[in-house]
């Protein structure tokens, strides 16, 4: 056998993902809460992590169901002070990680010229260095390799117009991808990136459901917005060795909008 050939997996055990311990950032609403929740089904042990995870009703519900298996933890993704303890809980409670998914997120939707320079750092910090601090932190209970998928957006590609900083972080998001994957590379750590077009969430219902959104969904070639689940398969991908020769590639998951 050359070190380059390995054993294929089996067409059923291509997408499992059974027994993973897996780490959901913005786990307390929107496109985290409804991972942990698909992690939970298909047999992950999940960390489902945010500034208010601990008091979220919702994730009590999830806890009460999938107990043993999950564990909410208080992290704010933009202080390396929280990240590093909110990572000590878990090493505590799991002892290593496989799969890191960058989720947690803001918008803050404002002109650039209105922004003041508090309200750009605000998101940069959340979208930006929250990803950097978190994935510096997890490498440390990766020892046996594994995938950190970051979730960016379109915004990464497209300058969409009153969303200048959030643009700029999820393009940030992926460069600092790119390098994390060639830099982990040695440690069998993949990186990759999703970048959605509009999902309906808490972050944008309002302003989707309104006169503006209309106009949006017909140019969108499926002729609809996505729901969290249609992100599921990509992240199931990801998550499994069934993407275990990629690492530093973004896969955009819109509905054709950019195309
Ligand atoms: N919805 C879309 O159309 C869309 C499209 C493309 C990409 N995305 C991306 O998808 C991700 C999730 O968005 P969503 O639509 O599900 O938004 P959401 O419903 O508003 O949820 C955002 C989550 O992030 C957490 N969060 C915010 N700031 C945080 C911080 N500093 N530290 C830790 N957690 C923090 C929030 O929890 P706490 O308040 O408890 O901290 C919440 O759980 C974001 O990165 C977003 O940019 C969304």
Known sequence: MTTESKQSP????????????????????????????????????????SRTACESDAL????????????????????????DAAFDTIADAFGHLDVVINNAGM????????MTPVEWATVI???LTGPFLVSRAAVGIMPNGGSIIQIASTGAFKAYVGLSAYNSSKAGVLMLSQTLAVELA????RVNVLAPGYVITPMNDEFLSGPQGEPIRN???????????????????????????ITGTCLVIDGGTLA
């Open 10 to 49: 089996t067409p059923e055990s291509i997408f499992d993902i059974d027994n993973k311990v897996v780490l959901v950032t913005g786990a307390s609403s929107g496109i985290g809460l409804h991972l942990c929740q698909m992690l939970l089904g298909r047999g992950c042990r999940v960390v489902g992590a």
């Open 60 to 83: 009590r519900i999830i806890d009460k169901q999938y107990s043993g298996n999950f564990l909410a933890v208080n992290m704010d993704v933009s202080s390396a002070a929280s990240v």
């Open 107 to 114: 918008a803050a939707p404002k002109r650039a010229v209105n």
């Open 125 to 127: 910090d959340t979208n």
């Open 186 to 189: 040695p440690q069998n750590i």
């Open 219 to 245: 140019k969108i070639p499926l002729k609809r917005f996505a729901q969290p689940s249609d992100l599921d398969g990509a992240i199931v991908f990801f998550a499994s060795s069934a993407s275990s020769y």
